[in-house]
Each structure stands twice: as structure tokens, then as C-alpha cells.
């Protein structure tokens, strides 16, 4: 009998590295640790290295759990704190060594997933969860949802509790893992003159034998993170918050010197039931369980708008008003192709279509390498080259799904268009004697047609707005041909 699916899970903190093979239950079948580091090349290579002792063949997928904000949907790291991940292509890594799709989330919507699944959270459907640990992560379920706003939403770590206090890891002041967090526990402590010998269990103890000192430390720890619960209390209405991490215990036994004191705003505080294995557990469960638009898969990492037409089709100005709205990189081949013009010098037609057909491959080559889930514009007459062409560049690229935009207008508008623009171009472009063949051109031009395809008529006013909401519901899957007529 097949062995069922299996998935490795790696929770990512700023002090311990974690990685487990997890069951489709949940049970962990081996797991590894490493210390962390602030050095994101020397995290991926740990994280590499406990990937490949943990990997089998019945391992599915492969779930991370990163610190910090990021797009679960494109896979991205955006920004971290102690150990700030987005400087590297984190999913392309691990998917170009193992062959296997990756998922990547916040740390803590993974270990809130374990969680709900198998902890603390069972029967709950709205949850909201801290966990304390070198800085402090959040997550919050609606619904048994994960809760990620545009993207990034639940970083409850950042809910301001001072605003004359600790400058953050975010970059504004007072945040409460400035002051509730294990980091900010070990600054407490100093303060009150003790050594760094000095563990919260001791403190606890201390504080039980009456030690005034122990109980204030611990009220100053406690009292910030009461604010925080009670003011995501107060946004989200939770059945249950939850306190992970490493310390979450500590962090609720704490509480007791800090009762809530806002009637309006009450909810159950409680432990989170995992401990340090929800990270991994939740990574696990989640990579076999992500839907393939969360998963970095082989050849179908990333997506590519293709925006053609003819010279002077008007493609240029609809790829940069794309760009403007989408945020997503444009890449055109004059873009590539100029800058050798210029300082190579003039150049026959010949010379620049070579140079073009470099350019072209030069792009692919960029797509290729950007990290998984990435979304690229390319600006580019693609009928320049044989369609093999592109579909070999394609391939090679990581690129699987398309969607074109078709620019178009009538032979005389285009050469009116190539004729004004005739002192602007570089040597090496094509002149004047180029425009006769540019409105035979404009006659038999037609569109790839591979995927969703949009129709710009650009000798209307170009509609943007539509255009971008035509891309949204194209790369969400509701949409195939049609037409924009530039409407205002």
C-alpha cells in the first residue's frame, strides 16, 4: 500500500531554527533544530541543509514559516526582524533544490494553523494569537480563515502600546514587541540591575517568595501585552486569544499581574498547546493542504503579461500605465536593446535585429531568475521572432501562464506615429524608408492568442482602470477574450 503524503514544515525564528516531517495528521515523524542567525544567506543554507536529511519520496510539499510581514500569495518575504528574509529568493531556493512545491507564510498564521488543527484553537472558528518569542508574531482567524487583508494583515507584535517608547524592528516606536517580548523581557531585566543569568522561572519563583522587584519586572512585561490583547479584543471580537511561542506560557502566567480592565472587551486568554513544535506542525500541514496558486511548483512558478503590437501600436504607454497600477516589473525590449545602441554606436538594421533577438533572450533570462510567484510585463512585437521562439523562451523561464494585451491601430495612424518619432530614435533603429512596410505590416499583424487575450483599440483614449481590473479577474481565473475600447 502507498504511504500517504507527507510534507516538511520549518518554522523560522530570530533564535532557533525548527524543522519537522509531518504526517497528513499532523504527527511528526523526525524533527531537527538549529540555531538561527541575522545572516539570511546563512538561515537558507541551515534550513537547506535540515530540508535535505528530512527529505523522502513520500514527501509532498514543503511548507516555511517566516518571521515578519509576507505575501503568502506570491510566496514572498516583504520585510523581517530579527531575521529578515526578504533579501532572498526563499521559495525558488528550496523548489530549485527539491523539486517539490513550497508554500511560505508568517510564522505565526502557521503555528495558529496547527493550532486550530490539532492545540488549543480545536472548535474555535475566530481566533486571534500572539506568539512570544524573540520579538512577537500575530495571527488572526475569521471563519477559520486566515485573515491576510492585501496582504500582510495579523502582525499584532506591531500594535503600538507607547509612542514615546523602543524604537522597533519596523521602524516606529513602541510597538509591543518592544516591550512584551522575550528580547524586551532580557531589557527588563538589565534595567532592574540583575544578571542575564536570570530566567523568567526565576522570576516567578522570586516573585512567589514576595521579591518585589521579580513582580514588578514581570508587571512590566505583562502590563503591555494586556494593552495589546485588549485592543485586538476590541478590533477582532475573537471566541479565543491565544499566547504561543516560546515563552507564551510565561507570557500568560504573567498576565496575572496584569488583569484586563475593560469590561466591553473580554475574551479567554489561554496557552497556546503545541509549544515549540506549532511552527513546524502548522508549515506542514499547510504546504499539503495550500491550494497550487500558494505553492511554488516547477515550470509554473511565475506569470508573464504579454503586452504586443506592432511598432508604434501604442504598447509602450499601456505597458507603463499596467506597470503604475499593478506594481508588477516591466520589461521592454527597447528598454534592453538601447542602451547597447548607444554605446556601441550606430548600426545597420541587420545589427539591431541580432541585437534585438539578444534583448529578447535577455528578458527571458530576468524572468527566469526572479523569485517564484513573481508576475513580469514584457513590452515586445512578438511576431518579431517565431512563435517556437517564445515558447522555448517561455519553457526556460519558468513561465507557464500568459495573458496578452493586443494594441492596435489602423496603417496611416501608425506611420503618422513612426514619422514623428523619427529624431528621437537611436541609430540602428529603422528610418523613414521603414514606414511603407509598417502599414503592410499593420494589415496582416494579429495577436498570439495564447491564453486570455484583451483587445486595445489605442486610437481611443486607453482605460487603464479597466485594463487593470480585466488583468485582476484574468489571473483569478474568470476571463478569456475580450474587448476594451478605451471608455472613459
Known amino acids: 500500500m502507498p504511504q500517504k503524503p507527507m510534507a516538511i514544515g520549518i518554522d523560522i525564528g530570530g533564535t532557533n531554527l525548527r524543522a519537522a516531517r509531518i504526517s497528513g495528521s499532523g504527527e511528526i515523524l523526525e524533527r531537527l533544530s ?17 530540508v535535505r536529511l528530512l527529505d523522502t519520496p513520500d514527501v509532498a510539499a514543503i511548507g516555511v514559516g517566516v518571521p515578519g510581514r509576507v505575501d503568502a500569495r506570491r510566496g514572498a518575504v516583504l520585510s523581517g526582524g530579527y531575521v529578515n528574509l526578504a533579501s532572498v529568493a526563499l521559495a525558488q531556493r528550496l523548489e530549485s533544490t527539491t523539486g517539490k512545491p513550497v508554500i511560505v507564510d508568517n510564522d505565526c498564521n502557521m503555528a495558529l494553523a496547527a493550532e486550530m488543527a490539532l492545540g488549543a484553537g480545536q472548535g474555535h472558528d475566530n481566533i486571534a494569537m500572539f506568539t512570544i518569542g524573540t520579538g512577537i508574531g500575530g495571527a488572526v482567524v475569521q471563519n477559520r480563515r486566515i485573515m491576510r487583508g492585501r496582504a500582510t494583515a495579523g502582525q499584532l507584535g506591531h500594535i503600538t502600546v507607547d509612542v514615546n517608547g523602543e524604537l522597533c524592528a519596523c521602524g516606529r516606536r513602541g510597538c509591543v514587541e518592544t516591550t ?14 540583575l544578571g542575564p ?3 523568567v522561572d526565576q522570576l516567578f519563583a522570586r516573585d512567589a517568595a514576595g521579591d518585589i522587584q521579580a513582580r514588578g519586572i514581570l508587571a512590566a512585561w505583562a502590563k503591555p501585552l494586556r494593552a495589546a490583547i485588549d485592543t485586538t479584543v476590541a478590533l477582532f471580537d475573537p471566541d479565543l486569544v491565544l499566547l504561543g511561542g516560546g515563552l507564551g506560557r510565561a507570557a500568560h502566567k504573567a498576565l496575572g499581574h496584569a488583569p484586563a480592565l475593560a469590561p466591553w472587551y473580554q475574551c479567554p486568554v489561554a496557552p497556546a498547546g503545541l509549544g515549540d513544535d506549532a511552527g513546524a506542525i502548522g508549515a506542514g500541514l499547510q504546504a499539503l493542504s495550500a ?14 503579461v504579454l503586452v504586443n ?10 505597458s507603463r500605465g499596467i506597470a503604475d497600477r499593478m506594481g508588477w516589473p516591466l520589461l521592454a525590449l527597447d528598454t534592453v536593446k538601447n542602451p547597447f545602441l548607444e554605446v556601441l554606436g550606430g548600426a545597420d538594421r541587420e545589427f539591431n535585429r541580432t541585437l534585438g533577438r539578444a534583448s529578447y533572450q535577455a528578458i527571458w533570462s530576468l524572468v527566469g531568475d526572479a523569485p517564484a510567484g513573481s508576475t ?5 512585437w512578438f511576431g518579431f521572432q517565431p512563435r517556437q521562439a517564445l515558447e522555448d523562451h517561455l519553457r526556460n523561464a519558468g513561465v507557464e501562464d500568459t495573458v496578452e494585451i493586443w494594441c492596435h491601430a489602423p496603417g496611416e495612424v501608425l506611420a503618422e506615429r513612426y514619422g514623428a518619432r523619427l529624431g528621437q530614435r537611436l541609430p540602428g533603429h529603422p528610418g523613414a524608408a521603414y514606414i511603407p512596410e509598417l502599414i503592410e505590416l499593420a494589415k496582416r499583424a ?10 486595445v483599440d489605442t486610437t481611443q483614449p ?16 474568470d476571463a478569456s477574450v475580450h474587448s476594451i475600447n478605451n471608455r472613459r
Request: net charge positive.
Open 376 to 380: 513580469f510585463i514584457v513590452d515586445a
Open 309 to 318: 503590437g506592432i511598432p508604434a501600436s501604442g504598447k509602450s504607454t499601456v
Open 462 to 477: 486607453i482605460d487603464f482602470d479597466a485594463i487593470a481590473a480585466w488583468l485582476r479577474a484574468t489571473l483569478a481565473g
Open 291 to 304: 491550494p497550487a496558486s500558494l505553492s511554488v511548483q516547477p515550470g509554473r512558478a511565475r506569470r508573464a
Open 197 to 199: 543569568e536570570v530566567s
Open 34 to 50: 538549529e540555531k538561527s542567525a541575522p545572516d539570511p544567506e546563512l538561515v537558507l543554507g541551515r534550513v537547506a541543509d535540515m
Open 446 to 455: 494579429e495577436p498570439l492568442r495564447r491564453g486570455p487575450l484583451l483587445d
Open 180 to 193: 512584551s517580548s522575550g528580547t524586551a523581557l532580557g531589557r527588563h531585566i538589565a534595567r532592574a540591575g
